[in-house]
């Protein structure tokens, strides 16, 4: 099926809004278009059993049998329908649509009518009869072809996705947060599965699958089809967690009606309630939603880091609350599985980020250390950068990355770092913010030069080696050291001083405070080099003003804050016999980890500054992943002669252009 019967079909579900106008407000269309939609596809799909099933739950109608397991097996799903009414026969009888419906709906196996629960879809069934607009609606489905052999699984996932799309524009909301572009998911699945071609297509091969963000299940679908297609004997189990609840129900109904067991999609927030607590998985992958703040679960998340620790899933750090982005990422390592003594199990696990995860957070932030426990951990294998204006809800770059804790050897305490970012042809039409799309050659480019990246990075005439670079784990690591400089200072009596003194709260507490004041009135404009002159200068000054000199470290220190003023030329501070540091002059800098800080100190920053010191104790490991750096080009500025040269013909035409309009 073409991209126009996919569009066509989502064009006939979507007519049905030139009825609701007027009496549902635009952003409330996508209510009752997607239950209709998910309705009349298990219908279409029920078809060929439906009069038979009936028949049979008319049998066990006052039986004190459970006929569920029958009622399966005779539809060939996982749900069926016991009644043999059909919307066509429903929207026959305008005057009862509203009962019939309700008892249509109701006749659904428990799972079925779960999904459409989810939509609120008995209160959309009220408004509409209410509106007197129940039967018309349900007449326009009736018309609405989705049987398995016109719209196969695969393109339902299109329409859904389509009617969301849409849905999502009328009321604001961000599709991208529901689901991912298909090739972009295709690259996806390709590179994660990739390595393991071989073991998957042994005989018996079962692969679970999970996608804690699964949206309407796109991804899942994807991973389904890969391995089935390599092995079509394999058994592929796939889980999902979402916390939209129309994604929800269009992704479970999916499961369905492929024969997926539905229970494996849980609802509701996978950090607060993980649907899948205690399992792992062989496959996981994801596209959380960028940028998007934690704080509705800052409680839960944040008592599990500090109760559970390592022991739980966010025991490596905490992010920043704006981008929950890293606990997704945690939250999936947290279901990999053990890797056995003889190098079996493991996982393979793939996440769609923006580039803040890359490089956000200081050394010692959660961020930084969430990266450093990664890597240290040898658990990173690569990273593919991907073209801009890819994804539906942004324009902005992003990046795969791809982790699993069961290493080739070869790529053992390595990290692949891949530049697709010229991977890409133009849309025909653009799609919010997608306007570029991936080509199966780009697809297929990517996936052998990422299969093939130690090869290709170390051969510098291969005509692709610009995009690949492979580091240590090591190389992404840095020491944060701290640069003191001594405090220096020369001593003072001015205007600004004895008002600085009167703004001295420490001072003014003193009961000669006013006294301190007249007698250093006596020294205005008196400057004194070391901080020992000019103590026994003020003393002396207070002492004949009849006053008492103060004592304390505290009043000692208020008067230097006063009188001091910071020169370059200055007397060197001390505490406790050691230089004391300048907080102003502070600095930081970032030392690649392995190498002396010292050597650092005396190469780079004595030529410049001889006094300077590190503070040790104040001394941070962080990790960070500059991408865009590695990959910089420098492009020298155009010749100023061929500059010159465009602005005089530019000049020259414009020239002309008057001359045409004054004759």
Request: hydrophobic share 40%; charged share 25%; proline share 5%.
């Amino acid at each position: 099926m073409n991209s126009s019967k996919h569009t066509e079909l989502a064009n006939h579900a979507w007519s049905v809004a030139d009825l609701l106008r007027g009496d549902y407000k635009q952003s409330d269309y996508g209510k009752v278009i997607l239950p209709f939609t998910v309705l009349r596809r298990l219908e279409c799909v029920l078809e060929p059993t439906r009069e038979k099933v009936a028949e049979i739950a008319e049998q066990y109608k006052d039986s004190d049998i459970d006929p569920d397991r029958f009622l399966r097996r005779t539809s060939g799903h996982s749900f069926y329908n016991r009644s043999s009414l059909t919307l066509k026969k429903i929207a026959a009888d305008p005057q009862n649509a509203a009962k019939n419906l309700a008892v249509y709906v109701g006749a659904f196996s428990d799972n079925a009518r779960g999904v459409l629960d989810r939509f609120e879809f008995a209160q959309q069934i009220k408004r509409l009869d209410t509106a007197g607009l129940l039967y018309q609606v349900i007449g326009k489905f009736t018309d609405l072809d989705l049987r398995p052999e016109v719209v196969p699984n695969h393109n339902m996932g299109y329409i859904f996705e389509e009617l969301i799309r849409r849905f999502a524009e009328q009321s604001n909301e961000t599709a991208g947060e529901h689901f991912t572009p298909r090739e972009v998911i295709q690259l996806m699945v390709r590179l994660l599965v990739a390595p393991d071609g071989d073991a998957l297509q042994l005989p018996g091969a079962v692969r679970t699958v999970l996608d804690p963000a699964c949206g309407t299940g796109g991804m899942l679908s994807a991973m389904d089809d890969l391995i089935t297609d390599l092995n079509p004997d394999a058994t592929v189990e796939v889980y999902g967690q979402e916390l939209n609840p129309e994604s929800w129900a269009i992704c479970r109904s999916d499961l369905m009606i492929k024969g997926q067991d539905p229970e494996n999609i849980a609802f509701g927030n996978s950090f607060s309630d993980d649907g899948h607590a205690r399992k792992t998985f062989d496959y996981m992958l994801a596209n959380p939603p960028f940028g998007v703040e934690w704080k509705k679960v800052k409680d839960e998340v944040e008592a599990e880091h500090k109760q559970l620790g390592e022991a739980g899933r966010f025991g490596a750090g905490l992010p920043r609350i704006n981008d929950g982005s890293l606990l997704f990422l945690q939250h999936m390592i947290s279901k990999m599985k053990p890797v056995d003594v003889d190098g079996g199990g493991g996982s393979r696990l793939a996440i769609v980020f923006n580039g803040s995860p890359l490089f956000t957070g200081a050394a010692g932030s959660g961020e930084s250390e969430i990266r450093r426990w990664i890597l240290e951990n040898d658990w990173l294998e690569g990273i593919v950068a991907l073209p801009d204006q890819l994804f539906y809800n942004t324009g902005i770059s992003t990046y795969f990355w791809i982790l699993t804790n069961r290493k080739s050897p070869d790529h053992k305490g390595k990290v692949v770092l891949l530049d697709a970012r010229d991977q890409w042809q133009k849309m025909r039409k653009s799609l919010g913010d997608k306007r570029k799309e991936l080509g199966k050659d780009h697809i297929a480019t990517i996936v052998k030069l990422y299969g093939e990246a130690l090869a290709v990075a170390g051969d510098a005439e291969h005509p692709l080696h610009g995009k690949v670079k492979v580091f240590r784990n090591e190389d992404f690591g840095y020491q944060r050291i701290t640069v003191e400089r001594p405090l220096k200072l020369r001593f003072e009596v001015t205007e600004e001083t004895l008002a600085a003194l009167e703004a001295s709260k420490p001072i003014q507490k003193l009961s000669q405070a006013p006294a301190l004041a007249d007698a250093f009135k006596s020294l205005m404009g008196t400057s004194w080099a070391t901080k020992q002159e000019a103590w026994l200068a003020l003393k002396d000054a207070v002492v004949q003003a009849g006053g008492t000199w103060p004592t304390g470290a505290p009043f000692n220190k208020a008067l230097r804050e006063v009188i001091g003023v910071r020169d370059p030329e200055g007397e060197v501070q001390h505490v406790k016999g050691d230089p004391e540091p300048d907080a102003e002059l502070r600095d930081y800098e970032n030392v690649p980890l392995g190498e002396d800080v010292e050597e650092y100190l005396a190469q780079e920053v004595h030529p410049h500054v001889p006094d300077a010191w590190i503070d040790h104790s104040k001394t941070k490991i962080g990790y960070e992943i500059p991408f865009t750096r590695h990959f910089y080009v420098y492009e020298p500025p155009r010749p100023l002669a061929e500059i010159d040269a465009e602005l005089k013909a530019l000049e020259a035409e414009i020239q002309g252009l008057l001359g045409e309009v004054t004759e």
